[in-house]
């Protein structure tokens, strides 16, 4: 099956930096990826779509100049947590879309504690 | 809006046993749905994927079935293990767009 990497696995920042996420699609391209966060025992949260080469589209309450993401390939997005606060501590994942929108491959996700 | 609902929230079993989890979604109208796990601090590895157009899917102990006209699904696993204790999420694709709705999940605990 298809592999959907994100780098790093783990990361803790202190509040007030900024911390970027990756996202690649290892063995095919990904023409539309999605940023999810997850808090402890909850579900997933669509936070943004990103399709290569346009601005992406983000979900209600999720501020844009906070995390900003960009889809500059079709192979690689980034999520920037901009001014890290503690309550920006969460599990984020990624998934990635391939051209046929026939199913989404999820990443392994990143822990980020913000202390 | 869509909305998912995954019953039960938690389930504990013995090994052996046969089980079903419950998914059920308001808007009938998807292109696909899933059957996810996730394991503690993990990522979700995809487990079944169903067309609208199918009524279920299987791959070894897991079988997958889907009513799309009352909007439910159901996943079975036959003879637990211990290694199935996971969380299990449902989420739907919509005919709309790409995003995919999630459940709340069920967590699973197989005892030895």
């Known amino acids: 099956g298809a592999v959907v990497s994100q780098h790093p696995s783990r990361v803790i920042c202190k509040s007030g930096t900024s911390v970027k996420i990756e996202c690649r699609s290892l063995?095919?391209?990904?023409?539309?990826m999605f940023w999810y966060r997850q808090f402890p025992k909850q579900s997933l949260m669509l936070m943004a779509t990103?399709?290569?080469?346009?601005?992406?589209?983000?979900e209600q309450g999720v501020e844009k100049d906070k995390f900003l993401i960009n889809h500059a390939s079709l192979t690689l997005s980034t999520l920037t947590v901009t001014s890290a606060h503690p309550e920006d501590s969460s599990f984020y994942i990624c998934?990635?879309?391939?051209?046929?929108?026939?199913?989404?491959?999820f990443g392994p996700g990143t822990r980020l504690t913000v202390t | 809006k869509q909305e998912v609902t995954q019953i039960p929230a938690a389930l504990s079993v013995p090994e052996g046993e046969n089980l079903v989890l419950n998914c059920s979604f308001t808007?009938?109208?998807?292109?696909?749905l899933q059957w996810f796990r996730q394991d503690p601090g993990k990522g979700l590895t995809s487990l079944l994927l169903?067309?609208?157009?199918?009524r279920e899917q299987t791959s070894g102990r897991l079988n997958a079935s889907l009513d799309k006209s009352s909007g439910r699904s159901t996943l079975y696993i036959a003879a637990s293990q211990p290694g199935d204790s996971a969380t299990y999420l449902c989420?739907?694709?919509?005919?709309?767009?790409?995003?995919?709705?999630f459940g709340e999940g069920t967590q699973l605990t197989v005892n030895p």
């Open positions: 998934s990635a879309l391939s051209g046929g929108f026939y199913e989404q491959y």
């Open positions: 063995d095919f391209q990904a023409t539309t």
């Open positions: 990103s399709n290569e080469g346009s601005k992406a589209t983000y």
């Open positions: 808007d009938s109208a998807i292109y696909n």
């Open positions: 169903i067309q609208s157009s199918q």
């Open positions: 989420a739907v694709k919509e005919t709309s767009g790409s995003r995919l709705t």
